[in-house]
């Protein structure tokens, strides 16, 4: 019986030891600020879509001011003025980019 006491008491301690490493971890991850968004403007290349179970889904693929090309997910709305060749407002939040609401100009 006091065998099984104390490898029961080893396991606890390991899963304790655990679940603090993770508590830490989360705690860590949501400390890190991101920053504020940064406004970028881009030019419209072309559109595109994606489906998915709801049905189909407008993309812009724009080319960025360094010269690279990428391809949003948006929505008709948003895009609702945009041509190709018009500039595009985006937003910068760390490595994810999105159309800014204001859209097309």
Known sequence: MDNLWRS???EWK??????????????????????????????VVRFGSYADE?????????????GGAQELRSTPILLG???VG???????RDHSL???PEGCR
């Open 98 to 100: 999105q159309v800014h």
């Open 14 to 43: 390991v899963v304790s030891a655990f679940a603090l490493v993770a508590f830490a971890a989360i705690i860590a991850a949501g400390y890190q600020s991101s920053g504020p968004p940064a406004i970028e403007v881009a030019s």
């Open 86 to 92: 018009a500039t595009i407002s985006l937003v910068r």
């Open 81 to 83: 003025d945009c041509t």
């Open 8 to 10: 029961m008491l080893g």
């Open 54 to 66: 709801v049905g189909n889904h407008p993309t812009v693929i724009v080319r960025l001011r360094d």
